[in-house]
């Protein structure tokens, strides 16, 4: 990879960099997708309830506990950058690991509720009428938890590098690209829960 | 490995200053196989790209025979084929296999990647002034995607009940049920996986195109100088990042259907000795909302690169600057935009409510603005031009006329209700084929013939290249212009026997006609493969610019080196069309010479910037665990 960026140096002359424009650019796609499945689950809705084929449930308060985890998450993802950015670059390993832990129980709060929502008589695989509510909401949170994963793994490398002291003032490219993506995770958690809550 | 070795010293040579510790080793694999290198890359699309039309086009030959011939036996079809082909006579299921493989292929495998692949691969780079791709690791990632993609499709040959077999839009429920037909099985999960490895591999391919042309570009290559070969490959692109996204959603949620028994597209119906399914709810509708919207705009994903060539190809060519550039670039706009909002034109007859449909009418007919800008546009570059009739050229032009000729017959169909008559018709089969599948395959072909020289050095012989341009125009013409009288009058696309259906008997000697001119076609490509082959080899050897071209690629040497240029990449001084301009003695004036009164040679830094934190080295693990101290400020640093 070193290679590569160094043959790019040369005529790289936006004031992006190239990388973090990758990642804005991914985060298009991933609304794409996001978009498609809010889209699909609300023109689904409307044809349930015109046929009396559609299951009112209440979110497991695990999701909601996800969604302030994640937040919470943000805020030390956000200040290990505003470290690095500061050149105090001993504190950024710390916060990113509080970050990383955070994320794990992110998804350990998911699968709590999961498993609320199979408690309530709700699988991912329906066959009773109008039940395909709880098959969205696995199916939007499922994927959304896959790129948590992708996060995770983003701030693993992340934390790796920072204690190779690799991420200060003059290198925040990596930094600010795991930044950007747990950002918009957080986001994403945060916009799908409040629209899972609303448009039941 | 002589050739490896030359590159190794160029690449040193002139990299050396810049960055002295990069080493440009380069073995077999890293060179021609896992290369990180955008040419090479672009090579191996192409290849790949090449061997799939072989695949998918010998499909159409296979039902083609079957569609002429319905009641005869063709032995060496059980040769070839064994169980599927019992006697000799195609079987049905396979038939529909066939159909639908050779849709997928057609649209992903050759039109997409092997169209856009290729040629934004190979010239986004080196006609904006890149030394290689934003993220020429991403860059190998995607072609190693889509190549597993490929293998994964055809594999599905090798599976007993067969490949996939719903159609190339694998609509549900005869695709979500594992008992609806025999290709429902495990040939449908194939092709699903195959698709997600081609999703990842657009995606990946796609971010790569827009970042390198909004972030790479050489000094005084603004966006008003970019060719519009780069305008189509970047649209292209972000066409491919808002569309696919929505296609994986649609593929896992029918994967889920299939595999984890939920009802997104399944409901309670009815099936022969089965009863009625468990399932409750689900709509495919939804499926088709969902595939339509990457559907459509995938239609210009095909098509626009092609435009972009057609448009590069044919102001070359003619010597005259392309009719209305800026014209052209925001018409290219205009039908990306337009392209997003059109798709229920596909489901008019699904049961949409009629003032939707109606919208979707407007929207759709709207798009005849921008493509008749285009073509007018390419027709007044044409006129008086002091054209040169490569083969390039000529495949140029045959696209303005299937662009024209399967054009027309769009805005037939995107009439809510004519569509009521023509729908699944073979009015259908002919438009789309037409517009874009001849359409495009064009201009790969022109692409092809004219940058040939860039990727391989050498030059394809001129005169079987024309011989391939009439005998495939002819050929497409023949095959696919009948097909709009049979769609007229009913003809559904899809049959596999048509001597079964009285009314549609009448036009088995046309469908003979049609298999006849399809194995003409199929001919002619022979000559395109023999050329394209022999002259990677056997070629004449090409000069620098052979097509005495403007645009940036043609200041690079034949001779391929990562990194594309030798010393500093050329700076631009004017537009990409600037031929036969009265004050130049030479007919054309490239965008990297300099004028009389223009700037100076514009020097790259020499230096990569300096990343290090303040040369400072310790332990990895004493600066993690030391970090949480540091944290809560028990030290300072």
Avoid at chain 1, 61 to 69: G, K, L, N, P
Avoid at chain 1, 133 to 157: D, E, K, N, P, W
Avoid at chain 2, 151 to 167: I, K, Q, R, W
Wanted: proline share 4%; net charge neutral; glycine share 8%.
């Amino acid at each position: 990879m070193k290679q590569e960026g160094s043959i790019n140096m040369s005529n790289k002359r936006s004031v992006f960099n190239e990388k973090t424009f990758i990642i804005w650019l991914f985060i298009v796609a991933s609304s794409m997708l996001f978009i498609a499945f809010t889209s699909a689950y609300w023109v689904h809705k409307s044809d349930g309830i015109r046929n009396n084929a559609w299951f009112e449930f209440a979110l497991p308060v695990q999701f909601w506990v996800s969604a302030v985890i994640v937040a919470v998450s943000s805020i030390f993802m956000q200040l290990a950058y505003s470290a690095a950015k500061k050149d105090d670059v001993y504190k950024v390993p710390s916060l990113l690991t509080i970050t990383l832990i955070l994320g794990i129980s992110f998804c350990i709060s998911q699968i709590y509720a999961y498993s609320a929502l199979m408690d309530m008589g709700l699988f991912f695989s329906n066959r009773n009428p109008g039940e395909i509510s709880a098959s969205f909401v696995y199916a939007i949170s499922g994927v959304h938890l896959v790129h948590i994963l992708g996060g995770l793994v983003l701030l693993t490398v992340a934390t790796v590098k920072a204690s190779r002291l690799q991420v200060h003032k003059k290198n925040l490219v990596f930094i600010n690209i795991c930044k950007t993506y747990w950002h918009f995770l957080g986001i994403v958690w945060i916009f799908l829960i409040l629209f899972l809550y609303f448009a039941r | 490995m002589s050739t490896a070795t030359i590159n190794d010293s160029h690449a040193v040579g002139h990299h050396g200053d810049a960055h002295g510790h990069d080493h440009h080793h380069q073995s077999f694999i890293t060179k021609y196989i896992f290369s990180t290198d955008h040419k090479m890359i672009s090579k191996q699309y192409l290849i790949t790209g090449i061997i799939m039309g072989c695949l998918g086009m010998g499909m159409s030959l296979l039902f083609r025979l079957q569609l002429a011939w319905p009641d005869e036996t063709f032995p060496f079809l059980e040769t070839l084929l064994g169980k599927w082909a019992k006697g000799g006579k195609l079987d049905p299921n396979y038939y529909m296999a066939l159909v639908t493989i050779h849709g997928t292929i057609m649209v992903f495998y050759v039109l997409t990647a092997g169209l856009s692949g290729t040629f934004s691969n190979l010239l986004i780079p080196l006609q904006v002034g890149a030394r290689d791709m934003a993220s020429p690791f991403m860059n190998m990632l995607s072609y190693w995607f889509f190549f597993l993609s490929s293998v994964v499709l055809m594999s599905s040959f090798l599976v007993e009940t067969g490949p996939a077999s719903s159609g190339w839009t694998v609509y549900p429920p005869l695709s979500a049920l594992e008992k609806a037909m025999p290709g429902s099985g495990m040939g449908t999960t194939l092709w699903l996986v195959a698709i997600i490895l081609f999703i990842v591999s657009a995606l990946l391919g796609g971010i790569n195109y827009i970042t390198t042309v909004l972030n790479m570009r050489t000094k005084g290559m603004s966006m008003n100088r970019l060719p519009l070969t780069i305008w189509a490959f970047f649209l292209t692109a972000v066409l491919g990042l808002l569309s696919f996204p929505v296609l994986l959603g649609a593929g896992l949620l029918l994967i889920f259907d299939r595999s984890f028994g939920t009802s997104f597209y399944l409901s309670d119906i009815h099936l022969n000795g089965v009863g009625a399914l468990s399932n409750s709810g689900g709509s495919p509708v939804l499926y088709q909302h969902l595939f339509w919207f990457l559907g459509h705009p995938e239609v210009y994903i095909i098509l626009m690169p092609a435009l972009g060539i057609s448009s590069e190809v044919i102001s070359t060519n003619a010597r005259k600057p392309i009719f209305g550039y800026t014209a052209m670039v925001i018409s290219l706009l205009g039908i990306s935009f337009l392209s997003f909002i059109v798709w229920g034109h596909h489901m008019f007859i699904t049961g949409m409510n009629p003032f939707l449909g109606t919208m979707f009418m407007y929207v759709t007919l709207i798009i005849a603005v921008p493509s008749a800008v285009k073509t007018f546009n390419y027709l007044a570059t044409l006129w008086k031009g002091n054209i040169r009739f490569t083969p390039a050229m000529l495949f140029a032009i045959g696209l303005v006329s299937m662009f024209i000729s399967g054009g027309l017959t769009g805005i037939y169909l995107g009439n809510a209700a004519l569509d009521i008559q023509l729908h699944d018709s073979y009015f259908v089969v002919a438009h789309f084929h037409l517009v874009m599948g001849s359409a495009s395959i064009f201009g790969m072909f022109a692409g092809i013939y004219h940058w040939f020289p860039k990727m391989y050095g050498r030059m394809m012989n001129k005169t079987l290249g024309s011989l391939h341009f009439w005998l495939t125009f002819i050929s497409a013409y023949l095959v696919f212009f009948p097909m709009h009288f049979m769609g007229l009058a009913g003809v559904p696309r899809r049959y596999y026997q048509f001597s079964l259906i009285p009314e549609f008997n009448i036009w088995m000697d046309v469908n003979i006609f049609i298999t006849l001119a399809a194995i003409l076609g199929g001919i002619a490509q022979l000559l395109f493969l023999y050329n394209f082959f022999n002259s990677i080899f056997r070629g004449p050897k090409a000069s620098k610019n052979p097509w005495e071209s403007n645009t940036l690629e043609w200041s690079t040497e034949t001779k391929h080196i990562h990194g594309n240029w030798e010393g500093d990449i050329p700076t631009v001084y004017r537009g990409p069309h600037e031929y036969s301009r009265p004050d130049r003695e030479l007919d054309y004036f490239p965008q990297y010479e300099i004028g009389d009164g223009e700037p100076e040679h514009y020097h790259a830094p020499a230096t990569a910037p300096d990343t290090s934190y303040d040369g400072k080295k310790e332990k990895a693990t004493t600066v993690f665990f030391s970090s949480f101290a540091h944290l809560f400020s028990l030290r300072r640093a």
